[in-house]
């Protein structure tokens, strides 16, 4: 299989700390995007990041991307409540994969 | 912010039954896929759809799925007789462009078709 896959599976932190999900992948690469799901929701789209780009910043989001070593994070800064949510990573080989995704539960 | 909407937001179907998942892209989106997610699992790839064709499409897509996009709005997916494991949730979304290529694009996803089979 070439779904990626992330860690941690899951991650609880407090309010205002910082939180990091990283993600690694099999394939070779265009671009890499981040999603975020509310429990039995949709997918929202975060951020894209191409694969000449080794960081991008969007708000409180950082994404690197290491093609080297097939592998990216996430960092949600400064975190809310508002944060708790599921995040998957998202690239593109021959088909559109997901990771397995980091359920993120900030503690208010 | 154009959406992708999808209808119903829930479906029950007694196993055996057709279902037709409905979604609206965004107006000049011109990829068109839907994906499941089973209930705690990874999201997973059903099919892509350009130029009123499929482009690929998973292994989990067989002969019992198809997608159409009837009337130039709307793109469906039906599953000719569902069975206990069809229930999941079900997302449509769409992309200007295929993401393979450069730009900032990311797909729109709509917020989800929980179908449960009974």
């Known amino acids: 299989s070439q779904q990626g896959e992330e860690d941690p599976q899951a991650l609880s932190i407090q309010e205002g700390e910082n939180a990091t999900m990283n993600c690694s992948y099999k394939?070779?690469?265009?671009?890499l995007q981040w999603y975020r799901q509310n429990s039995g929701r949709g997918l929202v789209h975060l951020i894209l990041?191409?694969?000449?780009?080794r960081e991008k910043h969007s708000g409180r989001l950082r994404v690197t991307l290491d093609t080297s070593k097939k592998s990216s994070s996430l960092l949600i800064t400064a975190s809310r409540a508002a944060d708790t949510a599921s995040y998957f990573c998202a690239y593109t080989g021959n088909q559109f994969y997901f990771g397995t995704g980091t359920s993120l539960t900030v503690i208010p | 912010e154009p959406e992708v909407t999808q209808t119903p937001s829930h479906q029950v179907t007694q196993m055996g039954q057709e279902v037709i998942l409905r979604c609206v892209p965004i107006?000049?989106?011109?990829?068109f896929y839907w994906y499941r997610q089973i209930l705690g699992q990874k999201v997973e790839f059903l099919v892509s759809f350009y130029n009123n064709e499929i482009s690929e499409k998973s292994e989990i897509f067989d002969d019992q799925f198809s997608v159409e996009r009837p009337d130039g709005s709307n793109f469906t997916l039906k599953i000719r007789s569902t069975k206990l494991e069809d229930s999941a949730m079900y997302f449509c979304a769409s992309s200007p462009r295929r993401t393979g290529g450069f730009g900032d694009y990311g797909y729109t996803f709509g917020s989800g078709t929980r179908l449960t089979v009974v």
């Open positions: 394939t070779s690469i265009n671009n």
């Open positions: 107006s000049n989106h011109l990829y």
């Open positions: 990041i191409r694969s000449n780009e």
